[in-house]
């Protein structure tokens, strides 16, 4: 089985983050990206005000010793919050849940949230299998999708 671990993001990191956080057909799914993930030097500068601030963990995810993304904690309109982004490559292996299932233990406060569009079947089932249960709903601009979307607010409680 392969080795997932997890290690402090470092700004050596950020060209394949972009590189993932740019792939079209991952922005679709999570509808919700950053508007800094469509152009690097935003997104670089982005980055590094999230890898100073105090708030914010920020954890490469790494595979057999190679980078597959990223899994986060950090502050959305006030709550904390948790969100990740794997390179396609990586997709359909279990490494999300085990990526997110490592932070847990490390980011000890609850509760914790994520937000979700209705459709993204894959966040939803790694959110679902770390414990997250649905708390909520609302609806939003999703750049990648040029429309309002649904997104569900997921909640967790338990240690
Ligand atoms: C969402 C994402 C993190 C999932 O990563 P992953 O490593 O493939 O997820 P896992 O392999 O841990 O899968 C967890 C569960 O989701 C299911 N799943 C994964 N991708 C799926 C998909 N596209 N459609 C339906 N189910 C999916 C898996 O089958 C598994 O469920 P099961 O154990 O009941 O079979 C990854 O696709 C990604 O980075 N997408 C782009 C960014 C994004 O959407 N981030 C989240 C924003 S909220």
Not at 72 to 96: C, Q, T
């Given at each position: ?16 983050l ?52 990223v ?27 085990r ?33 997250f ?27």
């Open positions: 089985m392969e080795t997932v671990t997890l290690r402090r993001t470092e700004d050596s990191d950020l060209p394949i972009f590189e993932f956080e740019s792939d079209p057909k991952a922005a679709r799914m999570a509808a919700f990206p950053p508007e800094a993930s469509r152009d690097p030097e935003a997104f670089y500068t982005h980055w590094r005000q999230r890898l100073a601030s105090p708030a914010d963990v920020c954890r490469t995810v790494l595979v057999d010793g190679h980078r597959a993304g899994v986060m904690k950090f502050e959305f309109e006030g709550d904390p919050s948790v969100a990740y982004w794997l390179g396609r490559e990586f997709w359909g292996r279990g490494i999300a849940t990526a997110l299932s490592t932070l847990l233990e490390e980011v000890r406060e609850r509760p914790l949230y994520a937000r979700v569009a209705h459709d993204n079947r894959g966040s939803i089932r790694v959110l679902e299998k770390c414990g249960r649905k708390s909520g709903r609302g609806r939003r601009f999703a750049s990648a999708r040029g429309e309002d979307l649904d997104e569900f607010v997921y909640r967790l409680d338990r240690s």
